[in-house]
């Protein structure tokens, strides 16, 4: 994505300089009974409002108390009342010198009702699962760390899937150990796949509630991401079994949380702090102009594309950031977080952010990183720095984010689908691209603090899935629904390596059909199983969309944010029918955990053909050979074994089967003497094959 130019406001706005509080904000239970305190410094006055339910649409929905608020310190108003009121719904009116009265729901609230309507007081320590106190994330070395992005809904909506329908699409559904496709016990599904796969941190697309889907209508085949926040600090309600008591998609996210950690797993939350659902939101009614940023002229600033961009730079905005992830992380054992559109939330921010998740106890080990652009413009105080990419280097050496750079340089540009890259036919155009693209960016511009800074990936929930975007640049006239579907593929993936697209091995692609595909799916699996070695073997964050490892479709669709569960869950039996694929991807990340060395050592290009990127990084030597032709790499002979090899494995073979390198002996062109000590390895056309130097002398 481009990144668009950092913009200043030419004036301070004045709401900007309210003055801010430090102290609890919200609906607090104590021993007296029940506090409730809100900052609304232009406020004339604010009455409090009781509720026996929810929403106006239950019975018995009409008020069953008001409390008219004191003013307090700094802009806010409290009362207090001498009840224990879990379970009690409020709202606030808030009355302005103007006349205007709004109804807004409480921005700090922790539990909501149906839709989030209204806000409700809980008793957090009542929501929580059998054995929550000693629920903890796992503690994964950064060698370790493998990201595998998904969405609630994904993961469990195929009705194949094996997960009880009352679950399906739900938190609930993550608690299932054991699923396999339905009538076929062999094929694992759901969290019993993901441990199958290796990855060790599961990113869940927005959790918190959110407002594109209406929650009392949870059979109407709604779907959507969730990047629409109404309630920061609540859980989405339609992924819950009862979206109207609020303390049940409390207490079901963190069963869900719980299950993850079980299995072994970091939970990362994907949140959006950069923009809301709407400009007619509950920070807004409660202090009209001040959460989000407007441009000189008075217009609500879109550098998020959503028409509502918030103010992370204002006090009070900045401050309930660090208090909301601080708060995810401290009540829900949440081990990660992803910043959508971070380039359009402010440094400092950013930083106060690791500093809070730091004293918390095990809190170093939560991951921060994020988008480090925006759509377009944003409209900034004065003297802000963002956290976008020219902004990246101010960030805590902690605090990463995405790698556009090595995901355009290996699959193409991400903004044009006809674009290739350096594994789907440019590979010589694109080879010293993606020599620095595996050893982090070192000595080019933008270059991170540290290697785990970057997240390494070629595709996300957002623009065309890898395979898709395969199928865009490699199918000439452009993709068949063939393509998409990889030929009706039934068992095994590919023959032999692929010849030139449109030949060679296409006759032995998956299910050993061809019919109505354009392109070459056996040279499109090749790219695949390449963009995967380069991802999973480079310096940084390996991170992938979920079902990239059996070459997910979305049938060319690059925004399917809204589009029907059908097109974007999940589809397990694929997973089955890709299997070489699936195990490739296994091979990949288990080399990884394996090799720590791999997250943070220099990765030495090695001299090799133009369309070759070759690396070595301690014992192990990776290359890839975006060529047609077969390549050979000329290195040290210190006794290679070849423990990878993506043409086996895409053969169905095993991925390595003892294949030593052959010491032979060049002429020296100078001397006419024999240079001894020299080991020629054999690279495959269109394949990524990883060595390892033997630890005694094999000759």
């Given at each position: 994505m481009t990144q668009p130019r950092d913009y200043q406001r030419s004036t301070v706005d004045p709401i900007s300089t309210l003055p801010a509080y430090g102290g609890e904000l919200g609906a607090r239970l104590t021993a007296d009974g029940t506090a409730f305190t809100v900052w609304a410094p232009t406020a004339e006055a604010v009455t409090l409002r009781l509720f026996a339910t929810g929403s106006d649409d239950e019975p018995g929905a009409r008020a069953i108390a008001e409390r008219p608020m004191a003013s307090g310190p700094r802009g806010t108003w409290h009362v207090e009342i001498p009840e224990w009121l879990a379970g009690v719904y409020y709202d606030f009116l808030v009355a302005f010198p103007d006349g205007t009265v709004n109804r807004v729901a409480d921005p700090w609230a922790r539990a909501a009702g149906v839709n989030g309507a209204r806000s409700m007081v809980v008793d957090l320590a009542q929501t929580n699962p059998e054995g929550w106190g000693k629920d903890r994330g796992p503690d994964i070395p950064d060698g370790e760390l493998v990201v595998w992005e998904t969405h609630i809904g994904d993961f469990s909506n195929d009705l194949d899937c094996g997960v009880p329908a009352e679950h399906r699409g739900r938190f609930l559904a993550f608690t299932h150990d054991g699923t396999h496709i339905t009538g076929d016990p062999a094929s694992p599904t759901c969290l019993n796949y993901l441990k199958r796969l290796g990855v060790t941190c599961v990113q869940l697309l927005p959790f918190y509630d959110y407002g594109s889907v209406d929650e009392t209508l949870p059979e109407d085949g709604q779907f959507n991401w969730g990047y629409d926040p109404v309630n920061y600090n609540v859980p989405e309600g339609s992924y819950s079994t009862d979206p109207y008591h609020g303390e049940v998609r409390i207490r079901e996210c963190k069963t869900m949380i719980q299950a993850l950690h079980r299995a072994g797993f970091k939970v990362i939350m994907d949140v959006v702090y950069n923009h809301m659902y709407s400009a007619d939101n509950w920070f807004e009614r409660m202090v009209p102009g001040y959460f989000c940023r407007r441009t000189d002229d008075g217009a609500l600033a879109n550098g998020s594309g959503c028409g509502c961009d918030t103010a992370s730079e204002h006090a009070m905005f900045g401050r309930y950031i660090v208090d909301s992830v601080t708060y995810w992380a401290r009540e829900y054992h949440i081990d990660g977080f992803r910043f959508d559109l971070m380039g359009l939330i402010d440094v400092e921010t950013m930083n106060a952010v690791r500093a809070s998740v730091d004293a918390l106890p095990d809190g170093r080990r939560i991951l921060l990183y994020g988008e480090p652009w925006s759509a377009t413009d944003s409209a900034v105080e004065p003297g802000t720095i963002l956290a976008n990419k020219g902004g990246v280097g101010r960030l805590d050496r902690r605090i990463g984010w995405f790698c556009d750079a090595t995901r355009d340089s290996i699959k193409g540009h991400v903004l044009y689908s006809d674009q290739a890259g350096f594994v789907n036919g440019l590979g010589r155009a694109f080879a010293p691209s993606v020599r620095k693209a595996v050893d982090a960016w070192h000595g080019a511009v933008g270059e991170p603090k540290d290697p785990m800074q970057l997240v390494q990936y070629v595709s996300a929930h957002d623009d065309l899935t890898l395979w898709d975007k395969l199928c865009a640049t490699m199918c000439p006239g452009g993709p068949t629904e063939a393509d998409y579907s990889a030929c009706g593929a039934r068992g095994g993936v590919a023959g032999e390596a692929a010849g030139p697209v449109g030949g060679g091995a296409a006759d032995d692609a998956v299910?050993?059909?061809?019919?109505?595909?354009?392109?070459?799916?056996?040279?499109?699996?090749?790219?695949?199983?390449?963009?995967?070695?380069?991802?999973?073997?480079?310096?940084?964050?390996?991170?992938?969309?979920?079902?990239?490892?059996?070459?997910?479709?979305?049938?060319?669709?690059?925004?399917?944010?809204?589009?029907?569960?059908?097109?974007?869950?999940?589809?397990?039996?694929?997973?089955?029918?890709?299997?070489?694929?699936?195990?490739?991807?296994?091979?990949?990340?288990?080399?990884?955990?394996?090799?720590?060395?791999?997250?943070?050592?220099?990765?030495?290009?090695?001299?090799?053909?133009?369309?070759?990127?070759?690396?070595?990084?301690?014992?192990?030597?990776?290359?890839?050979?975006?060529?047609?032709?077969?390549?050979?790499?000329?290195?040290?002979?210190?006794?290679?074994?070849?423990?990878?090899?993506?043409?086996?494995?895409?053969?169905?073979?095993?991925?390595?089967?003892?294949?030593?390198?052959?010491?032979?002996?060049?002429?020296?062109?100078?001397?006419?003497?024999?240079?001894?000590?020299?080991?020629?390895?054999?690279?495959?056309?269109?394949?990524?094959?990883?060595?390892?130097?033997?630890?005694?002398?094999?000759?």
């Open positions: 299910g050993g059909e061809t019919g109505g595909c354009h392109g070459d799916v056996a040279d499109m699996l090749a790219a695949n199983v390449m963009a995967a070695g380069l991802v999973m073997t480079a310096a940084g964050l390996p991170f992938l969309l979920s079902g990239e490892e059996f070459a997910r479709t979305k049938l060319g669709c690059s925004d399917s944010f809204d589009r029907p569960a059908s097109l974007n869950l999940l589809d397990w039996r694929r997973a089955v029918r890709m299997a070489p694929l699936v195990d490739w991807y296994r091979t990949l990340i288990a080399l990884r955990r394996s090799h720590p060395e791999l997250c943070r050592g220099a990765h030495v290009p090695l001299p090799s053909a133009d369309d070759v990127a070759a690396y070595r990084v301690d014992d192990l030597i990776m290359a890839a050979n975006a060529g047609y032709r077969e390549s050979a790499l000329d290195v040290a002979d210190d006794g290679w074994i070849m423990i990878a090899d993506s043409t086996a494995a895409l053969s169905g073979r095993a991925a390595s089967e003892g294949d030593v390198s052959v010491a032979v002996a060049p002429m020296d062109a100078g001397t006419g003497h024999d240079v001894r000590g020299i080991a020629r390895l054999t690279l495959p056309a269109r394949s990524f094959t990883v060595w390892q130097r033997c630890a005694g002398d094999t000759q």
